[in-house]
């Protein structure tokens, strides 16, 4: 008998969901056959089977949420009926206790705190009529507190202690506790009254990078700085490239050309290589140069990151951000493929558009966006010819970049691919 | 007057003005205190709580007296001096009335005695016994407070009284007929009853007291059915008609039966109504409810911000304490203190008769209106040895609670002193006490408090001063 457990599937992940189970009892498996398909926060994934044997047990269903190091199946090599028996019977209370050990992933919002903290106080919060006054004079929402006092009553203390509590946290988390602390709910609005709506389900991608987008909107100052930069010639380069390209499932894209010069301004000016530490006195600056690349999916919007840019070829580039585009789009991404990125292009370029807005991804402390390429007059040696015009913007982050350093970036990127040699 | 300008000015100087008033003095606000009256304390003192309270301490005295009757104790019938009582309630209320001003004076108070009317959001005019005189402020409370509601189909008679004129005393009809079975009609039907009047009240609604729960007011209703000359329930007035002999009354009842009575005095108490019309809001900008009620927030500001409301204005329950919470709130808003704000758990209700009945938090019959799930503990004052010894077994005290976690979400008591037996109660909710709570908190014997241990102690299943068979 062995159990296949979850297992590690990278740093921060302490629990997943799973989307589909693909084996049932009596299954006989290989080695690096598909047991299952997980969600996380970012991507899915399949689970391979590590050992050879016939499913006795199956522990999950679709839908439970799974934490390293918990079973997936048992297999035996030689299962007798008794046992099987026996453990099919087991199985349904296994899930049961699966059900209520599952942990959230994400950190409930302060609206789920307080409404579980509502629930376990019976409708109301304890603390007496001092407590309530004191409370309201440090600006402290009781549902958010946890009382220790008899009965899980709220104290003076409890609320000290809580403000405490608060005031070490990272800054950056005191702006979100803030703002939604001075939020009022929203009430929820009755759509039906105007006529027929439907309502669909946010999957576990769309939700996490909402609420990432979200943070990193209201507490990074974001600045964007637009800018053109004339490609004709490095449109003509990319097109040759294309024709030596005999591999037609590999696209040849301007991409790893933008990230290259993105490399060259990164070395020359550190602090877009940065971030800013929790506490907001310190730029943490990296030798290393990884570039995530914003990548659309039928599940949502996932950032595979492309490691050591700057030691890697342009063909080395094009084949990476092929292969790890496919993986996004067919929800095969690791997680590990998808962390310590320093600078993200989010490129829109092959969809249209001028000049958009992209948000920051944090910890990182600017992106580019790509929009699309057209042909424009350019008034060059008194007549106007036409030139492959590239629109482009970039969002900074102010607390660490100047406009001057911006402005600075934005025409380096333009001087660049408008001049290649600079690369070399 | 050489000071015009006030950082506050309050109109009205009752229970919840006069508190607002000195509050704000306290935090060191200049302020103004504008009353109708040169007397201070509102109706409350001076033509509604005190008077009333003073007059029934008269009525127990009697009741009590007769009653002890039966255990072997007999008196003479009492002789009533009715100008000696009237004088005595009016040293009541003076002594009150002169406690207060003493306390507005050494707070440096300025005062000004005439009705006020707003002429902008910053200034209003009073009109004074010496002329019209304005003044400005920065902010106001307004705490004008109610006044007894007519039934305008009711001709003008001095023979038709409101509980102001109940309170005048001015005589003991024979025949008293009580408008409206609320906490106001049946307390002065108590007085006119004890002091010889043979009391009759008609009810539209079919129970006394319409809001307090059944349970409670049944051994209350025992009594008056005993004591007064007759209760008529789901009846109306339809007519008064006055003839030199009496009024001559038409009733109703909903079944469409009419008969004709007739009263030497009619008592009207069918409720307060609210004391908006000459403020003139209109020139301010604040709108009332449909009902005439002044909108406020929690930290009971109206829609203009410098201008504040607080009491039976800002809607029921009419209640002096309520008033002076209130009252306290707004001037410490206005003092600049932040954290002030009116959220009360509970507030709580009493009616003066005789047993009395007290209840805070939500009536049973509100929980259940609402849907609300809760675990009752109900204790019978036949069991309590204190309530034996002084002859009121009546009582009954009932502790309601979240089923879940025992919280303690409503209390009621009908019985000898339920006005000060109910303050354990509210103390409880405002601090989130659970039955265990009370439970475990050492009461004295042999008292009339014990009953409120007694009742939590049915919730918890720990009581040993009844024996409960075990459920199974």
Redesign the interface.
């Known amino acids: 008998m062995a159990q296949i457990l979850l297992p590690e599937l990278g740093e921060g992940i302490t629990s997943v969901e799973i989307s589909d189970v693909s084996i049932k009892v009596g299954d006989n498996l290989s080695i690096d056959d598909i047991l299952i398909v997980v969600e996380t926060d970012k991507a899915s994934m399949e689970i391979p089977c590590t050992e050879a044997g016939e499913v006795s047990t199956v522990h999950v269903s679709s839908g439970d949420t799974l934490s390293p190091g918990e079973p997936i199946v048992t297999l035996s090599g030689e299962a007798s009926s008794i046992e099987k028996n026996v453990d099919v019977e087991e199985s349904p209370v296994e899930v049961i206790q699966q059900e209520i050990i599952e942990t959230p992933q994400t950190p409930p919002t302060s609206a789920e705190q307080s409404e579980s903290t509502r629930e376990s106080?019976?409708?109301?919060?304890?603390?007496?009529?001092s407590v309530?006054?004191?409370a309201?004079?440090l600006g402290c929402n009781l549902t958010d507190v946890s009382g220790t006092g008899?009965?899980g009553?709220i104290t003076k203390k409890d609320i000290e202690n809580y403000i405490k509590m608060v005031l070490q946290q990272p800054p950056t988390q005191n702006i979100i506790q803030d703002v939604q602390a001075t939020t009022p709910p929203k009430p929820e609005i009755d759509f039906t009254q105007w006529g027929n709506v439907s309502r669909i389900k946010l999957n576990k991608i769309k939700r996490a990078t909402g609420e990432r987008l979200q943070e990193a909107w209201q507490t990074i100052p974001h600045v964007t700085q637009f800018d053109k930069a004339d490609i004709t010639e490095l449109d003509k380069i990319r097109k040759s490239l294309k024709a030596l390209n005999r591999n037609k499932n590999i696209k040849v894209s301007h991409l790893p050309f933008f990230m290259k010069a993105i490399v060259k301004i990164l070395q020359n000016m550190p602090e877009f290589n940065s971030s800013l530490s929790n506490d907001g006195k310190e730029l943490i600056l990296k030798t290393y140069i990884n570039i995530g690349v914003a990548v659309d999916t039928p599940n949502g919007l996932v950032v595979p990151v492309i490691k050591d840019v700057d030691k890697k070829s342009i063909k080395q580039l094009t084949l990476e951000l092929s292969q790890l585009s496919e993986k996004a789009r067919l929800g095969k991404l690791l997680p590990v493929e998808m962390q310590g990125g320093c600078f993200t292009i989010s490129s829109l370029g092959g969809v249209g558009g001028t000049y958009f807005t992209p948000i920051i991804n944090p910890p990182e402390v600017a992106i580019m966006g790509i929009s699309r390429m057209q042909i424009e007059p350019v008034f060059i040696n008194k007549k106007f010819v036409p030139r492959k015009m590239l629109p482009f913007s970039l969002s900074y982050d102010h607390r660490v970049i100047d406009g001057v350093t911006a402005v600075k970036f934005t025409r380096t990127f333009a001087a660049i691919l408008e001049d290649l040699s600079i690369l070399s | 007057m050489e000071n015009t300008h006030f950082e506050l000015i309050v109109i009205g100087a009752g229970p919840g003005g006069y508190a607002a008033a000195f509050r704000a003095a306290d935090l060191g606000k200049q302020v103004l205190l504008v009353d109708k009256f040169d007397a201070l304390g509102g109706v409350c003192l001076n033509r509604g709580c005190i008077p009333s309270k003073a007059l029934l301490h008269l009525a127990k005295v009697i009741d009590d007296a007769k009653s002890i009757e039966s255990l072997g104790i007999t008196f003479q019938d009492p002789i009533l001096d009715i100008d000696k009582i009237r004088t005595w309630k009016e040293s009541v209320i003076t002594q009150l009335n002169k406690g207060i001003a003493q306390m507005a004076k050494a707070r440096k108070i300025s005062r000004a005695t005439g009705m006020a009317k707003f002429l902008s959001p910053n200034s209003i005019i009073v009109t004074e016994s010496t002329g019209d005189y304005t003044y400005t402020f920065d902010n106001c409370i307004i705490a004008t407070g109610s006044k007894p509601a007519k039934i305008p189909t009711f001709p003008e008679d001095p023979r038709i009284i409101s509980s102001t004129g109940a309170l005048l005393l001015k005589d003991i009809p024979e025949n008293l007929l009580v408008v409206g079975g609320g906490y106001i009609g049946l307390e002065m039907g108590t007085v006119y009853h004890a002091f010889g009047s043979k009391v009759t009240v008609v009810e539209f609604m079919p129970s006394l007291l319409p809001g307090a729960d059944v349970d409670l007011v049944k051994p209350l209703q025992k009594k008056l059915t005993i004591d007064f000359n007759k209760i008529y329930l789901s009846t109306k007035v339809v007519e008064i008609i006055p003839e030199t002999a009496g009024l001559t009354v038409h009733f109703e009842t909903a079944s469409g039966e009419k008969f004709i009575e007739s009263f030497d005095k009619v008592l009207v108490s069918v409720g307060r109504k609210p004391n908006t019309e000459n403020l003139l809001l209109e020139k301010v900008g604040i709108s009332l409810t449909d009902r005439g009620f002044i909108p406020v927030n929690d930290k009971r500001q109206t829609s203009v911000s410098n201008i504040f409301a607080i009491g039976d204005i800002t809607g029921d329950p009419m209640l002096a304490h309520k008033a002076t919470h209130e009252g306290k709130v707004a001037a410490e808003v206005i003092s600049g203190d932040k954290s002030s704000s009116f959220d009360p758990k509970a507030i709580p209700a009493v009616i003066f008769t005789d047993p009395e009945i007290a209840w805070a938090g939500p009536t049973e019959a509100e929980l259940k209106r609402d849907g609300i799930p809760y675990v009752k503990g109900e204790f019978p004052w036949q069991a309590s040895g204190r309530a034996i010894a002084l002859d009121r077994t009546e009582g009954k005290t009932k502790i309601l609670a979240d089923p879940e976690t025992n919280t303690i979400i409503g209390i009621g008591i009908v019985g000898a002193n339920a006005g000060d037996l109910i303050s354990e109660g509210m103390l409880a909710i405002e601090m989130g006490a659970d039955a265990e709570d009370i439970g475990l908190t050492i009461h004295p014997h042999p008292s009339l408090s014990e009953t409120i241990a007694n009742a939590a102690e049915m919730i918890e299943g720990t009581i040993t001063d009844l024996y409960i068979p075990k459920s199974k």
């Open positions: 106080n019976g409708g109301s919060t304890s603390a007496s009529p309530r006054r004191f309201r004079e008899p009965k009553r």
